[in-house]
């Protein structure tokens, strides 16, 4: 007899349950190893990127088994928000998605028709062959599917803070994610995220998802900037990547222990060290 299977909680689950806000990190490198390593880390939420980083659907599917033992949230950014590529994204497991550059009210109703059946959505029914409802082990999964998919949507241009109010109405939005790099780039502020004018812009969706009564993360991978983002009222913040925390901690290890180079100009004449 089959074993009975019913469906992971999702990340507008644990947010609900949440005391405090969740804290997470991207997983970028492509490694179900890496993923799994993160996921033992204690934090509560890891976001699978697919949109920056070398992540294919094998990939993304082999991660989310690799960190399925351990408590803690997956949620997966796919490239685009494209109803094929969602619904892939679906029917291999992913029950939290982050769907990027949604500028407008009709992108986010267009996520949110991906992510459904029909009538309310246009997601193919394929759930006998997917893994999503565990090939029909979970009871009456088309039935409950809607109930076990968070669909949270990246504010990160200029535009998308215009409408951000209407994106938050839409049906089916589970909660808003903000990307101050995008959004800094989208203000002529390329590589500025700290500046002044991204802050009110971060900070004004911040509290138009607060009154909309949904949730609402922020990237922020500088301490002060995180704790500023949770002090306005941030409920999920992301606060590093396992590419970045290797980069750094391996520059680290090299300045500690590998002696300066001499500087170049330092010989007679500017010639070259040893040379």
Not at 82 to 104: A, F, N
Not at 146 to 160: F, G, L, N, P, Y
């Amino acid at each position: 007899m089959p074993v009975q299977v019913t469906p992971d909680p999702s990340l507008k689950d644990a947010l609900a349950a949440a005391t405090r806000p969740l804290a997470g990190m991207w997983v970028c490198s492509g490694s179900p190893l890496v993923a799994e390593i993160c996921a033992g880390a204690g934090l509560d939420v890891l976001l699978i990127d697919a949109e920056h980083s070398p992540n294919g659907l094998e990939g993304i599917l082999s991660q989310l088994q690799a960190v399925r033992g351990y408590p803690v949230t997956p949620m997966v950014r796919p490239p685009i928000n494209d109803p094929v590529i969602i619904k892939q994204y679906l029917d291999v497991g992913v029950q939290s998605l982050l769907i990027p550059m949604v500028h407008t009210i009709a992108d986010a109703e267009a996520a949110v028709a991906a992510a459904h059946y029909p009538p309310r959505g246009m997601r193919g029914v394929g759930s006998s062959l997917a893994r999503s409802s565990r090939w029909n082990r979970i009871p009456d999964y088309l039935a409950r599917a809607a109930d076990t998919i968070t669909v949270m949507v990246q504010i990160e241009s200029a535009q998308a803070v215009d409408n951000v109010e209407g994106i938050l109405a839409v049906d089916g939005i589970d909660g808003i994610f903000l990307g101050p790099a995008d959004l800094a780039a989208s203000l002529g502020l390329l590589g500025q995220q700290e500046h002044p004018e991204v802050l009110a812009a971060v900070e004004h969706c911040i509290k138009a998802a607060k009154a909309a009564g949904k949730p609402v993360g922020v990237n922020a991978f500088g301490a002060a900037t995180a704790r500023h983002y949770l002090d306005a009222g941030a409920d999920l913040i992301l606060v590093g990547a396992d590419v970045t925390l290797l980069a750094r901690g391996s520059e680290g290890l090299a300045a500690a222990f590998i002696p300066a180079l001499p500087d170049a100009d330092a010989d007679d004449g500017g010639t070259p060290a040893g040379r």
